[in-house]
């Protein structure tokens, strides 16, 4: 389904990322990983072995996206390897979560420099490759919470917020040139940022889906799969929830 096309996933050493580069891989797609930190390093090398056994290329490129010049490197290093860039996943992403009278200036401003305007900095550096090509697909990862709101993460629903306004302005500026641009939705979803719940959290949550159930990171990876194929060529602008019934 994806045989032959080239996808950078940002933030892919873990969780939802790496979800989405191990599917995308089993479909044929060569993937770009990227990590931000230090202690991803031997992750990134580790998926690139796994992905490599699936028959597909890798490249693995350390970039924070929420510098430009760093996120701009992401995109020229794959055009040299791979002549192209067919699918972009903006899945890198952090929290900083706590109520606003305790939330720090810092707390705010890196949660929406790396979930959003980290988005943007990828966003500018491949929309001349997709542009030129006269194809992509895009694939902004917001949440749930970016729509309904949550308690304690002023900063992260703003982030995801923004991602949500961001991908149906960019889907209006691109849908002429054959660019699909979507965001998906995750609800809460069983990654290392939920094992940190505890029990009477994770309760208070499933109390509020429908499905009874956290979501799994291949619920999302198979989303994404749809969107980044030809089966979603006539879908642009839109925000898929994958998050059991929670917002509907």
């Given at each position: 389904m994806l045989k032959g096309k080239c996808a950078v996933i940002t933030g892919s050493t873990r969780g939802i990322g790496k979800a989405i580069a191990i599917k995308y891989a089993s479909l044929g797609c060569n993937i770009v990983i990227n990590y931000r930190s230090e202690k991803d390093e031997v992750n990134a090398y580790k998926l690139s072995e796994e992905i490599g056994k699936l028959g597909v290329d890798t490249l693995i490129v350390k970039a924070n996206v929420a510098d430009f010049e760093e996120a701009k490197n992401i995109v020229e290093k794959t055009k040299e390897k791979f002549g192209k860039v067919d699918i972009l996943v903006n899945n890198a992403g952090i929290t900083k979560d706590n109520l606003i009278l305790r939330m720090n200036e810092s707390d705010f401003d890196s949660v929406i420099n790396v979930n959003l305007k980290g988005s943007f900095n990828c966003l500018k550096a491949v929309t001349p490759i997709m542009l030129k090509q006269k194809h992509g697909k895009i694939i902004n990862m917001a949440s749930v919470v970016g729509v309904i709101g949550n308690p304690g993460q002023v900063n992260y629903c703003a982030s995801k917020a923004g991602v949500i306004g961001m991908t149906k302005s960019l889907a209006k500026e691109l849908g002429g040139k054959n660019i699909n641009v979507n965001a998906i939705a995750p609800g809460f979803i069983d990654t290392d940022m939920t094992?940190?719940?505890?029990?009477?959290?994770?309760?208070?949550?499933?109390?509020?889906?429908?499905?009874?159930?956290?979501?799994?990171?291949?619920?999302?990876?198979?989303?994404?799969?749809?969107?980044?194929?030809?089966?979603?060529?006539?879908?642009?602008?839109?925000?898929?929830?994958v998050d059991g019934g929670m917002a509907m």
């Open positions: 094992k940190v719940l505890s029990e009477d959290q994770k309760k208070n949550i499933l109390s509020q889906v429908p499905l009874k159930r956290l979501g799994l990171v291949s619920d999302v990876a198979n989303v994404a799969a749809f969107l980044a194929s030809e089966d979603s060529d006539y879908i642009t602008g839109q925000v898929i929830h």
